[in-house]
Every structure is written in C-alpha cells, then in structure tokens.
C-alpha cells in the first residue's frame, strides 16, 4: 500500500516547489512581454502598409486594393459584418402589419427568443408552490460548470 498522497509534503518540499513555480512563472511573463514588444512594430508597420494601400492602392476586387512594388505587392481587404438590430426589426414589423403585409416578415426573418436568468429568480421559486416536475425543470434551466482553480504562489511574510 502506497502513502502517496496520503501524508502531506514536508515544508521543504513546499518550498522547493514553489520557488520552482515562481522561477518558471517569471520566465514565462518575461517572455510573454518580449513577444508583446517584439509584435508592436509588427503592427505599426501593418497599419501603415494598410495606410499606404488605402491612399495609393488600385482596385483589385470589390473589396480588396493592391499596391505594387517591384519583388512585392501589397493587399488590403476590407472586411464587414452585419447584426441585425432587433429594434429597427421590430420598427419593421409593425409597419409591415400596418400596410397588411406581415405575411413578408416571416419569409425574411426567423424569430429566436432569448432567456436570461434574473437575479431574484431563487428567491421567487421559494415563495411559490411548485410541484416537484416544476422544481426539478426549474432546476435543469441553469447549469453550474466549475472554473480551473487559480493558483497564488508569493513568499511568506512576516
């Protein structure tokens, strides 16, 4: 029969393996910030070639610019994205039923409905008398997923 896991570390134990951590942390920050530096005159440089193509850039597509050089070309495409706005749809529907054609909404819209729970949510089920189907449903609406516990290592003090 194993005892690992079993009995705590010794303190020792703990220590070395905390300054390990925090040596291995410190490097991986140290590094982590040179690669943020090393990638803003990446940037810079990728907005003024951006800069460069949207001034002096020919059409090549509908979207999309190109700036020549001798060895090198240079693309700018630009992109989009819609939402819809659910007010402005809304606007629309109701002018829709006002000239009879709401019959058009539902050929060039799809209705989804969306739920959030409130904050007072708990406090109302408890004051209700919901049978026990109700309660166990009520209790599938909401799903707890536990989180990677953080992790702090810092030298004592004191």
Request: hydrophobic share 45%; net charge positive; glycine share 6%.
């Amino acid at each position: 029969m194993s005892l690992i896991g079993l009995l705590p570390p010794p303190p020792p134990r703990v220590d070395q393996l905390a300054k390990q951590y925090l040596a291995l942390k410190e490097k991986a920050e140290e590094a982590a910030q040179a690669a943020v530096d090393a990638l803003k005159p990446v940037q810079a440089m990728a907005e003024e070639l951006r800069e460069l193509v949207r001034q002096h850039g020919s059409v090549h597509s509908e979207k999309s610019k190109l700036l020549h050089g001798i060895d090198y070309e240079v693309m700018a495409t630009s992109g989009q994205s819609a939402v819809i706005d659910a007010g402005a749809v809304e606007t629309f529907r109701v002018a829709l039923v006002k000239k009879k054609q709401a019959r058009l909404l539902r050929r060039m819209f799809e209705k989804t409905v969306r739920w959030s729970l409130l904050a007072g949510s708990a406090a109302i089920v408890k004051g209700e008398t919901l049978s026990a189907p109700l309660m166990a449903l009520y209790a599938k609406c909401q799903v707890v997923k536990d989180k990677t516990p953080t992790l702090t290592v810092r030298l004592k003090s004191g």
